[in-house]
T-cell receptor, first 112, second 111 residues
Framework: NAGVTQTPKFRILKIGQSMTLQCTQD?????MYWYRQDPGMGLKLIYY???????DKGEVPNGYNVSRSTTEDFPLRLELAAPSQTSVYFC???????????FGPGTRLTVL | GEDVEQSLFLSVREGDSSVINCTYT??????LYWYKQEPGAGLQLLTY?????DMKQDQRLTVLLNKKDKHLSLRIADTQTGDSAIYFC???????????FGKGTSLLVTP
């Protein structure tokens, strides 16, 4: 199993540009999550999904959108990039709500 | 929400034991976790403990849980330079699905 994979690894955006961060898991997990990690901070939840077709907001959802059309994929969309979205983004998955979460390697995004 | 608290920095000599402490927020959290993050990498699950346990040992790692004080600790025996990383304490509060993380403790192991 590859586990949780994320693309791209790095990206630089200009203010106002849009992009999609990709996340795929091959463990048939129902739950998937997007977190952001700012320097010197823990991770904050952006969005999560408890199954295909179901998504919900986390602690810091503003400026982001998600979709979950399949069990495997959970893309995160930034529509109008802002410098405040400069961060490292981690995708995670788990078999259930209180089960262990498995993390991808992260996407480092810089907005200039 | 409330914060999971960790000390930010710890430095130990190679071969010594390291103890990283954490205070979590939700006394009804079912599982408590320790994740390790090496520079430029993602989070790797190190160990976890179920809330009905006081202690869990896994090779060089010992986790202690004090539910009354909502205190969690991670002890690394015979610390090696390869253990240098950031260690995150995390809980899943009873109210939600997502992990609630501390800010991480940077462990530096010197020869």
């Amino acid at each position: 199993n590859a586990g949780v994979t994320q693309t791209p690894k790095f990206r630089i955006l200009k203010i106002g540009q849009s992009m999609t961060l990709q996340c795929t898991q091959d463990m048939n997990h129902n739950y998937m999550y997007w977190y952001r990690q700012d320097p010197g901070m823990g991770l904050k939840l952006i969005y999560y999904s408890v199954g295909a077709g179901i998504t919900d907001k986390g602690e810091v959802p503003n400026g982001y959108n998600v979709s979950r059309s399949t069990t495997e994929d959970f893309p995160l969309r930034l529509e109008l990039a802002a410098p405040s979205q400069t961060s490292v983004y981690f995708c995670a998955s788990s078999p259930g709500g209180v089960n262990t979460q498995y993390f991808g390697p992260g996407t480092r995004l810089t907005v200039l | 929400g409330e914060d999971v608290e960790q000390s930010l920095f710890l430095s130990v000599r190679e071969g010594d034991s390291s103890v990283i402490n954490c205070t979590y927020t939700d006394s009804s959290s079912t599982y408590l976790y320790w994740y390790k993050q090496e520079p430029g990498a993602g989070l790797q699950l190190l160990t976890y403990i179920f809330s009905n346990m006081d202690m869990k040992q896994d090779q060089r790692l010992t986790v202690l849980l004090n539910k009354k004080d909502k205190h969690l600790s991670l002890r690394i025996a015979d610390t090696q330079t390869g253990d240098s990383a950031i260690y995150f304490c995390a809980e899943i509060p009873n109210s939600g699905y997502a992990l609630n993380f501390g800010k991480g403790t940077s462990l530096l192991v010197t020869p």
